[in-house]
């Protein structure tokens, strides 16, 4: 998979920066808002809030799957 196209997102528990999301799922906030969730590949959990231009673009380059 082309790493240059990967969510990356902050990680809370060891708070590095960047760090590129593996298994993502984008889905739907309440307001209508895109959120992309997945893992760092360690076991931590990992979130990014992102706009609708770059979340469908990830769905489309197959770097995330679609959850709504």
């Known amino acids: 998979m082309d790493t240059s196209k990967m969510i990356t997102a902050y990680c809370l528990k060891t708070k590095e920066k960047n760090v590129p999301m593996q298994d993502a799922v984008i889905s739907k906030t309440a307001k209508g808002g895109y959120m ?18 770059k979340a469908l673009q990830a769905i489309k380059d197959g770097v995330a799957t679609k959850g709504f």
């Open 36 to 53: 992309a969730s997945g893992h760092d590949g360690k076991g931590n959990k990992m979130a990014a809030i992102m706009g609708e231009a």
